[in-house]
């Protein structure tokens, strides 16, 4: 299965900068469904309300799923890379 990889920077509550990949198939095209599941992980981390848009999140590249996500992304269907302040 291919996966779109979504870079990701929001602003936390403390004005630190959060990245994150936001993961989903290739076929998924709905940007704003992709925007939903950033601010699903937001609220999951502290940060609901926080802005997530356009120019916080955009589509950067086309890759192989790993295996190890593959039933994440099947039940949930995306997951999340956590890259920096993440915690």
Same mark, same amino acid.
């Given at each position: 299965?291919?996966?779109?990889?979504?870079?990701?920077?929001?602003?936390?509550?403390?004005? /630190?900068?959060?990245?994150?990949?936001?993961? #989903? =198939? #290739?076929?998924? $095209?709905?940007?704003?469904?992709?925007?939903?599941?950033?601010?699903?992980? +937001? $609220?999951? $981390?502290?940060?609901?309300?926080?802005? +997530?848009?356009?120019?916080?999140?955009?589509?950067?590249?086309? /890759?192989? +799923?790993? =295996?190890?996500?593959? #039933?994440?992304? +099947?039940?949930?269907?995306?997951?999340?890379? /956590?890259? /920096?302040?993440?915690?």
């Amino acid at each position: 299965m291919k996966v779109a990889v979504w870079d990701t920077y929001v602003t936390k509550k403390n004005g /630190e900068i959060m990245h994150f990949d936001i993961i #989903a =198939p #290739a076929e998924m $095209k709905d940007a704003d469904k992709i925007y939903e599941y950033g601010r699903e992980y +937001l $609220k999951a $981390k502290g940060e609901e309300g926080q802005k +997530l848009t356009s120019k916080e999140c955009s589509f950067c590249h086309i /890759e192989a +799923l790993k =295996p190890e996500n593959e #039933a994440e992304i +099947l039940q949930n269907g995306y997951y999340i890379v /956590e890259m /920096e302040n993440c915690n």
